[in-house]
């Protein structure tokens, strides 16, 4: 009997255990093995032989680990390292009828879309036009910027045959057709809201927002608001308790300064005004792992139908964007 009784046992646990099997098979991978089964090379992203037609790689490609980036881009390479950049991949190209006309295409894995968001936005020209290339781009006959998922792609040229003169976008798109992932903007811009925002002023932060260390990176975003200009920031944390934790820091940043602190938890989990140093009227937030604010404000109370806006965004779940 205690022989029959273990076997039945042995039954009933392999009988769970292919339902469970079954039941995670119906459900949709987790977000770090959707990546992972999306993942793109760097070293695929460069146009092959016979890709970029009429035009041939001079040489072989070359790459750049983060130690040895100064190397490549020496006065622009701290700023790539602090958007959190994993590696280079580059190559020359060559027309085959005019060996003088040659292009650059350096391929940046930023390590996540909200790094290659970031640097993309810090190298934009506001002026500039879009591409309709990956997420988002800008350029001309002489140069061609875009981010598409993780990656940050440059493209400088040296043409001066009108023959030649699209070259350039079109390496851009073909770079960008290798590319898989996705073409839509990080997933976090889509929680500040449309109304009254100034368009093209998102940007992701690095090195601490309006300068707190206890801000260390976020989006940012310009509004309209009663004839003036007002901030909001979105700043993630691991963690609700490191969101906390980096809240009371504000506040015992702001009280040490001698500024007078009002917490009245009326937005989010909690909530304080105050006067900020430099940046005139500030009203800040906590929503679970999120600490979000509003700043450049006349009063409090000018900022605060936006932050409630916000936060309510920050209730709902952050889908990746396809």
């Known amino acids: 009997m205690p022989t029959s009784s273990l076997g039945r046992g042995r039954r009933l646990l392999s009988i769970i255990a ?11 991978p987790f977000p770090a093995q959707a990546e992972k089964q999306a993942a793109t090379k760097i070293e695929d992203t460069l146009p ?14 070359y790459a750049y680990q983060p130690d040895k980036l100064y190397q490549y881009i020496d006065g ?12 280079l991949c580059g190559a020359e ?9 040659s292009l650059v295409i350096d391929v940046y894995d930023m390590g996540s879309q909200l790094s290659a968001f970031g640097i993309y936005t810090s190298k934009k020209d506001p002026a500039s036009a879009s591409l309709g290339i990956g997420a988002e ?5 002489q140069y061609v910027a875009f981010y598409k998922d993780r ?10 045959s009108a023959n030649n003169r699209l070259i350039p976008q079109q390496a851009a798109r073909l770079v960008a057709q290798k590319i898989f992932g996705t073409s839509m903007r990080p997933a976090l811009l889509k929680v500040f809201p449309e109304a009254d925002k100034i368009a093209g002023s998102e940007n992701y932060i690095v090195g601490g927002i309006l300068g707190h260390a206890f801000l260390p990176q976020g989006v940012v975003s310009e509004y309209h608001s009663n004839g003036a200009v007002v901030k909001a920031f979105i700043a993630p944390f691991p963690s609700p308790s490191g969101a ?6 504000y506040k015992q940043f702001l009280s040490a300064l001698g500024k007078s602190v009002e917490q009245n938890n009326t937005l989010g989990e909690r909530s304080f005004c105050a006067p900020e140093p430099y940046h005139k009227n500030i009203i800040v937030a906590q929503q679970g792992c999120f600490v979000a604010g509003i700043t450049e404000l006349a009063s409090p109370q000018q900022g605060t139908l936006l ?16």
């Open 151 to 160: 990656f940050y792609i440059e493209i400088q040229p040296r043409i001066s």
């Open 48 to 61: 092959g032989a016979h890709e970029l037609s009429g035009w041939q790689m001079q040489g072989a490609a």
């Open 93 to 101: 190209y060559i027309c085959k009828t005019d060996k003088q006309e």
């Open 76 to 87: 622009a390479a701290d700023q790539f390292i602090a958007y959190g950049f994993k590696k």
């Open 137 to 141: 781009s800008f350029g001309n006959d």
């Open 307 to 322: 932050l409630k806006n916000i936060i309510k965004n920050l209730k709902k779940p952050l889908k990746p964007q396809e």
């Open 18 to 28: 292919l339902c469970c099997a079954a039941l995670f098979s119906l459900c949709p």
């Open 244 to 249: 906390q934790a980096a809240f009371e820091q």
